[in-house]
């Protein structure tokens, strides 16, 4: 399944009542919805997560960033999905985006930047296997 990625819409958009208008986006660019659902995610799940940031100076504040408010995670269909999405979003750090992205448009600052996007092929898999049994994953 080289042709899909994973997402989240992550707490600071779902508080901001962005969530909507982020998935009219994802619509918009052509990416077909394989998978969806909107759940809040413990700090052992949010730590489990993002396990290879453990050893980085902000994973504490990721941690209990991303276990604040609910999130809506979302595997995501289309011709070259990962390197699309990571496109749609923008940069990590929302002043280095560029116009038009995601994080441009919804994201405050580089811990709080609303939306995650898998970075290749193998942790899209894994990311959305995460999420969702076989039997959600259309
Ligand atoms: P994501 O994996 O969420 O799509 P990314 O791939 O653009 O984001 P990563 O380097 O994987 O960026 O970092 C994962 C997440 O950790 C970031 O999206 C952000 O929420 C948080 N993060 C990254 N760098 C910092 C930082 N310097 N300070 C605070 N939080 C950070
Ligand atoms: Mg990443």
Do not use: C, W
Not at 87 to 99: D, Q, R
């Amino acid at each position: 399944m080289t042709n899909r990625t994973f997402t989240m819409i992550k707490p600071d958009a779902t508080e901001k009542g962005s969530t909507g208008a982020i998935l009219k986006m994802i619509n918009d660019a052509g990416f077909r919805i394989a998978a969806i659902k909107m759940t809040h995610l413990s700090k052992e799940k949010a730590g489990a997560f993002y396990e290879v940031h453990k050893e980085r100076p902000f994973y504490n504040e990721l941690v209990d960033f991303m276990s604040r408010s609910p999130i809506t995670a979302a595997i995501l269909e289309k011709e070259n999905a990962v390197e699309d999405f990571r496109k749609l979003i923008g940069a990590t750090n929302p002043a280095n985006a560029e116009a038009g992205t995601i994080r441009k448009l919804y994201a405050a600052s580089v811990g709080e930047n609303a939306v995650h996007g898998s970075d290749s092929d193998e942790n899209a898999k894994i990311e959305g296997d995460f999420f969702f049994s076989m039997l959600e994953q259309f």
